[in-house]
């Protein structure tokens, strides 16, 4: 075909950066919630994970969606997921990097941020790839409460620590490394868990304790090629957590039978099914009849995983449309340039580095809380907190990223395409491990527990004095708090504490700049609703040129 036109005016993507490197948000987080934190590691897996090969890879493993293979050609059954060899890839480098049992290692332990160190690395990769860290987020809750059964920890902490990925179908002892689910959600109910009717017969004992014969159902199922799951059943003594491996310790398969993968709306390279138990094998963890709590120890994990996700996605939204707006030009300037286009940047990126800021605050109370009263307090109100207001500003970010660059944000095709793909994948993180609502009700219960008032103004007192806004909403809040919301109000308290927190973070981690205008925003009032609407006093360029992702050595902070 004879040319019909010039292509130009079209953009480079953004591939080959460092995402640590030009994370500053990210930097100032670590430095405030992790002093003296060695941060090579997370440079090293920054230069990794935004290579234009690793996004290949990302692309790949969505583009080639997990199948299930219930049964060989021969009509046997085996119950085996495929997966394309960039999910594989995707895999190793994940447990390479130490995202899932890990920071549970000795060594890890030791130096005082491991969660920490493994937060920021979390958010590093969601930036690459989110749906296939659900299984590794799993992992990483189950392994501490497996502690609950000694023997079954004994005999698996070796792999479910170790960084090695070991995809094989086999018994765990065999295995360089493993990974872990978990299964609570039933047709009838996911919320209430009560309403479980998986049923779990006693069966005898052995060298892991009481064993249960399961029969029944769980209707979300993610990550079914996991090595083993803790589910929820329902035992003479009431719902109870056990273990249930998939391959059983004589190297026979467990009664475990995956019905279909689910079709979902986003988080495609991540296998999620719908399975039956018929008479499958599972050992007790913990007292029998406690699985709720249990279960919710589990979830306080991986909720800080979906505050952490959201951020990351965030962070890779906001990049993506800087570097767009940075090339393309419309009406004489770079878009970027353009006045209104400034205040969009600029708010997505205040929001972006709240998000970070308070996900991060979060992971150091995962480091702390078994030693200081505070840090406790801290992990138990800011759980809810975070998972609810990160969650639900993700989508709402992510639709005004996608606009930034215009009908191509809205094009599934590889580079630029990602956005679509960022679109898709952010509910997600909102519905699973407790819906807002569930995490709205869950802070209301933090309340009625802790000195939670006390806790939640010691919290916000370093900020004391440095924006009158946030003086005034440090004063209510702790008020409210004693004089305990009702359930009508728990979602604009879970909000206000969200905001306040966040303010009080980033007064003592971001540039004046960004606390002042999020502040002015936020707290002030001086915003409407959508992004794009900060006062004209703004200072837009200081906030985007810290935002940047690729770092020029010129931006402030
Ligand atoms: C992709 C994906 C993967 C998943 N993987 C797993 C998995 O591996 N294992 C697993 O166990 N589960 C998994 N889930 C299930 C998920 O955790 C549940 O969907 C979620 O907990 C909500 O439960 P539900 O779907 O039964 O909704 P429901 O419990 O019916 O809730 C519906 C809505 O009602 C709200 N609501 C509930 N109770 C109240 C109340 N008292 N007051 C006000 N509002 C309320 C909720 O906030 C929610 O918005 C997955 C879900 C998805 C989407």
């Not at 080639?64 to 480098?93: C, W």
């Not at 972006?352 to 809380?369: G, H, K, M, N, V």
């Not at 981690?509 to 002015?520: E, I, K, L, Q, Y």
Request: aromatic share 8%.
């Amino acid at each position: 075909m004879s040319a019909t036109h010039e292509v130009f005016n079209q953009v480079e993507p953004l591939v080959d950066v460092n995402l640590f490197a030009g994370n500053r948000a990210m930097q100032g987080a670590l430095k405030f919630n992790a002093p003296g934190l060695d941060t090579s590691s997370l440079h090293a897996l920054g230069d990794t994970l935004g290579s234009a090969d690793m996004q290949t890879h990302a692309r790949l493993a969505n583009v080639f969606t997990p199948q299930l293979k219930s049964h060989s050609r021969f009509g046997h059954r085996i119950d085996q997921v495929e997966f394309h060899p960039s999910y594989h890839v995707l895999m190793n480098a994940a447990t390479g990097a130490g995202l899932h049992g890990t920071p549970f290692s000795e060594s890890e332990q030791c130096s005082g941020h491991a969660h920490v160190k493994r937060a920021a690395a979390f958010m590093l990769f969601t930036e690459l790839e989110p749906s296939m860290l659900c299984p590794i987020s799993m992992t990483y809750a189950v392994t501490p409460a497996l502690k609950d059964n000694p023997a079954i920890y004994g005999d698996w902490a070796p792999q479910l620590t170790s960084r090695a990925y070991d995809p094989a179908l086999k018994l765990w002892k065999d295995k360089a490394g493993v990974t872990m689910g978990m299964g609570m959600t039933e047709k009838q109910g996911g919320s209430d868990v009560r309403a479980n009717t998986t049923q779990a017969v006693p069966d005898g004992a052995d060298g892991w304790g009481q064993r249960f014969s399961v029969t029944g159902h769980k209707w979300f199922f993610s990550a079914p090629m996991c090595d083993a799951f803790l589910i929820l059943a329902q035992t003479p003594s009431g719902l109870s957590c056990l273990f249930l491996p998939r391959v059983l310790p004589d190297g026979s398969m467990n009664q475990l039978f995956i019905q279909r993968l689910k079709d979902k709306l986003g988080n495609k390279a991540n296998a999620s099914s719908e399975v039956e138990f018929a008479g499958a094998t599972a050992w007790l963890v913990g007292e029998e009849g406690r699985g709720v709590p249990q279960i919710l120890a589990m979830g306080t994990m991986t909720r800080l995983d979906c505050a952490l996700g959201t951020s990351g996605l965030m962070r890779q939204a906001l990049s993506i449309a800087l570097n767009h707006t940075s090339q393309r030009m419309a009406f004489g300037k770079k878009l970027i340039h353009q006045p209104l286009m400034q205040n969009v940047l600029a708010d997505l990126a205040l929001e972006s580095e709240a998000a970070t800021a308070l996900a991060l605050r979060l992971a150091r109370s995962f480091d702390r809380a078994a030693t200081d009263e505070h840090e406790r307090a801290m992990q138990r109100l800011l759980t809810p907190v975070a998972k609810f207001w990160i969650c639900k500003r993700g989508s709402h970010f992510a639709q005004e990223a996608m606009e930034c660059l215009g009908g191509n944000g809205y094009v599934e095709e590889g580079g630029e395409g990602i956005m679509a793909r960022i679109y898709r994948e952010m509910p997600v993180n909102s519905i699973w491990e407790g819906a807002g609502n569930i995490m709205a009700l869950d802070l209301l219960r933090a309340l009625r527990k802790a000195d939670a008032a006390a806790a939640l103004a010691h919290e916000l007192a370093p900020a004391r004095g440095m924006h009158p806004a946030l003086d005034r909403l440090s004063d209510q809040l702790p008020i409210r708090v004693e004089q305990m919301a009702t359930e009508m109000e728990a979602r604009r308290l879970a909000q206000d504490v969200a905001l306040a927190v966040q303010a009080a973070l980033l007064s003592q981690t971001a540039p004046a700049s960004v606390f002042g205008a999020f502040c002015d925003s936020r707290i002030a009032g001086h915003w409407g609703h959508s992004f794009g609407s900060l006062g004209a006093g703004t200072d837009f360029d200081a906030i985007i040129a810290r935002a940047q992702p690729r770092w020029d050595g010129d931006a402030n902070g």
